[in-house]
């Protein structure tokens, strides 16, 4: 199914490689070998990950199913994480090294679900030993970083892929289909409320822990880049981080958008509206089954010239209120496949690098907003 400019998400079971080619052969001795720690088909594709903590085994769990694939390694460094992962995972070799990895020649790609302050480093050193690399949101902490990992990547022709996980929903791919189809007309504003209680990261204020997800779906929903950027929060905890923040954006359409994160809510809202000039959604991600209504609502601004007297009539336009049916599949199931048609292919993924480093600009121009007590950030341009 094309979602993308040049880009395709497999739903089925995806097609052996176009070439034919054998990708691996893992007799046991090869994998003895290798290092690896499966013998498997020829055509599956191996895989490695770094890191096994909260997210860590989602993805695990995810590429494991997957029919072309192989997990067969995951490096963690904590001896109580390593424990949990060698119990879930038995097939797989379970290493403090990341180095083994790197070394094992039947691993193709890797996943890397560490803390945002180490992506760059293991991206790095993946994409130089001639791996793909899916790296975990935001792709880098700085924009540098960002550009330095895309240099890397195509200087060794490999794919490099961001987890922006809720492109691979089935509600954001629908409201892209939407958009598309121009059903909404012009997008006005986006406006968008991202809260929970709790779950403080120790390393990253609110906006970059919660802001890459409101952000990605926006790139990927406007495909636009914003002209400015501004930001206030204010930090609740003991360290200096931001617990409760506001972006907004501008963008050289006239489009405006508006997100609230908050780790000090009572309630866990994850509710965004999309106005347009012909219809308007509300993406409620908490609802269970109705998680995107599309409202045919908006007004018409007349003006009239009445007695000399210039008068502005407004008529509101109520129509129906539609709840497309969406796609129900869990979103890191449709991204896996998708990663592995792109090694298979060689491919552009939907979430890449570029999309990536797109997200770390906003943040980046975020945190300068906040250091400067919600300061206007100009964007420039960027090829
Ligand atoms: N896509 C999503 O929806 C989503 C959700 C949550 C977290 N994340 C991202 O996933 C990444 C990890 O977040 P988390 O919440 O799982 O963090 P976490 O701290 O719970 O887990 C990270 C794990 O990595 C291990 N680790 C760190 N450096 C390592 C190294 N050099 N070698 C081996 N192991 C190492 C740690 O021991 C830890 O077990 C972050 O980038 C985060 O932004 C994405």
């Not at 690896?36 to 191996?46: F, V």
């Not at 908006?298 to 502005?312: A, F, P």
């Not at 336009?317 to 599949?329: F, I, Q």
Request: proline residues 4%; aromatic residues 6%; charged residues 25%.
């Amino acid at each position: 199914m094309a979602i993308f400019p040049g880009v395709s998400l497999v739903c089925g079971v995806r097609p052996r490689s176009a070439t034919g080619g054998r990708r691996h052969e893992w007799s046991s001795a090869a994998t003895a070998v290798a290092g690896g720690a499966l013998g498997c088909d020829t055509a599956l594709i191996g895989i490695g990950l770094v890191g096994f903590g909260y997210w860590g085994p989602n993805l695990a769990r995810n590429f494991a199913a997957q029919a072309d694939c192989a997990l067969l390694a995951i490096c963690e460094k904590d001896q109580r994480r390593a424990e949990v992962a060698r119990r879930a995972f038995p097939s797989a070799r379970v290493t403090p090294e990341f180095g083994d990895l790197l070394d094992d020649s039947a691993i193709r790609a890797i996943l890397i679900a560490v803390p945002v302050a180490a992506h760059f480093e293991l991206a790095c050193r993946a994409l130089s030993a001639g791996k793909d690399v899916l790296v975990e949101k935001p792709i880098t902490a700085t924009v540098a970083e960002a550009q330095e990992l895309i240099r890397i990547a195509e200087e060794n022709g490999r794919i490099l892929a961001v987890d922006h996980t809720f492109l691979y929903t089935g509600a954001v791919r629908k409201i892209k289909e939407l958009v598309d189809a121009e059903a909404l007309g012009k997008i006005m504003y986006v406006d968008s409320v991202r809260v929970n209680l709790g779950l403080f990261q120790s390393d990253v204020n609110v906006i970059h822990d919660l802001a890459p997800h409101d952000l990605s779906i926006m790139d990927y929903l406007v495909g636009e880049v914003p002209q400015s950027v501004q930001a206030v929060g204010r930090a609740h905890s003991q360290d200096d981080h931001e617990s409760v923040a506001y972006l907004h954006l501008q963008f050289p359409s006239g489009l405006i958008a508006h997100f609230h994160f908050n780790w000090l809510a009572p309630v866990k809202i994850r509710r965004t509206l999309i106005g347009g000039t012909r219809k308007m959604i509300v993406y409620d991600d908490m609802e269970p089954s109705e998680k995107v209504k599309v409202y045919d609502k908006g007004v018409v601004i007349k003006h009239s010239d009445i007695d000399s007297i210039y008068r502005t009539i407004v008529d509101y336009r109520t129509g129906d209120m539609v709840a497309p049916k969406l796609l129900h599949e869990e979103a890191l199931a449709v991204e896996a496949r998708h990663f592995l048609d792109c090694i298979d292919r060689r491919t552009k993924p939907l979430a890449d690098a570029a999309a990536g480093l797109r997200v770390v600009r906003i943040l980046e121009a975020a945190e300068k907003s906040l250091r400067g007590d919600g300061r206007r950030i100009m964007m420039g341009s960027h090829d």
